[in-house]
């Protein structure tokens, strides 16, 4: 397993790099990345996919493993979704030593219930769950990265063992917690985009608008609205690049 599993391609500068959200994989950026004219930096999180896990969750720690695991001196704009678009939060702040031009946040959660909280530690706590075949670690991804019915289940997000199939995410990622978002702008050295899909259940507009007045609402779209529609996310990032250049 590689320390940081990175798919690179495009051309044109700034290079854009593409962080997914808690359970899913850099797979799930291939619709963005097929129009996207850019250099394209592409990761599977820490614990996630093709990338070794850590000892121990923390937004910081995250931020940290990717930037140590690129090898970028020029400016990046950064686009995260859901726990990913936290990340570039994070490395906005330049904390991370990552010369970061730009940041779109889609996606991200911005109210966590104890309950919420006590759930995410719960699966953080678990073994992981073996499957017989793969084809059912495969459905148990797809559900657990949110994708079922809108996307096919990367190989790399389930991994075969002696005793069976099981995700290759780290559910101990499920103990990150929740960010301080105000705190994370307030600390972001570049200009930030915040977006959510119109009928996103975790990342709603209007929470969203509470932070950044001038938060965008995609229309018609979910919480995966870079995997259902990759092209709304475009112009947004096209903002930013342009803004660098």
Known sequence: METLKLRTGGRGEPAVLLLHGLGATGAVWHGLTEVLDHRL??????GHGGSAPLPG????????AVAAG????GPVVVAGHSLGGVLALELASGRHGLDVAGVLALGVKVVWSE???DRAAATAARPPRLF?????AEVAYLKVSGLTGI???DPAGVVETPDGWRLSLDAAAFGVGAP?????????RCPVVLAAGENDPMSRPE???ALAADAVTLPGLGHNAHVEDPAALLPLLTKLTERDG
């Open 151 to 153: 996307a096919p289940a």
């Open 132 to 136: 017989p075949a793969r084809e059912d």
């Open 180 to 188: 301080d978002l105000p705190s994370l702008l307030a600390q972001a």
């Open 115 to 117: 309950a919420e909280l």
């Open 70 to 73: 690129l090898d970028e001196s």
């Open 41 to 46: 930096l592409v990761p599977d999180l820490p």
């Open 207 to 209: 929470q969203l608008q």
């Open 57 to 64: 969750y923390s937004f910081p720690a995250l931020a940290a």
